[in-house]
Nanobody
Framework: QVQLVESGGGSVQFGGSLRLSCATS????????MGWHRQAPGKERELVAT???????DYADSVKGRFTISRDYAKNTVDLEMNNLKPEDTAVYYC???????????????????WGKGTLVTVSS
């Protein structure tokens, strides 16, 4: 059973910083894409930052230059360093992982998306 557990959320003032961490439990799989999404009150969930095997990273335009995603492939963890936070960054932040498992001796794989329960980030003006 795969589980993603986020930590590091909290309340900060405008211009402050927070670091979110996501740890993965379970075994027998590989993670191809790992990252962070967020959902603000009354809005749809949106991508914040992701990192893929091979080192590609993608950021939402609204966080470029302020947020940095980092991943530990050995530990299957992903962090999000958030600087210069703004009130519009207030949201529940969710860790996401696209997990692949080998299902037969021929090496066929299946992939599935997993989500953490979320951690709240509140930025006050």
């Amino acid at each position: 059973q795969v589980q993603l557990v986020e930590s590091g959320g909290g309340s900060v003032q405008f211009g402050g910083s927070l670091r979110l961490s996501c740890a993965t439990s379970g075994s027998g799989f590989s993670i191809h894409v790992m990252g962070w999404h967020r959902q603000a009150p009354g809005k749809e969930r949106e991508l914040v930052a992701t990192t893929s095997r091979g080192g590609r990273t993608d950021y939402a335009d609204s966080v470029k230059g302020r947020f940095t995603i980092s991943r530990d492939y050995a530990k299957n963890t992903v962090d999000l360093e958030m600087n210069n936070l703004k009130p519009e960054d207030t949201a529940v932040y969710y860790c996401h992982a696209e997990i692949h498992r080998v299902v037969n001796v021929e090496g066929a794989t299946v992939k599935r998306d997993y989500w953490g329960k979320g951690t709240l980030v509140t930025v006050s003006s």
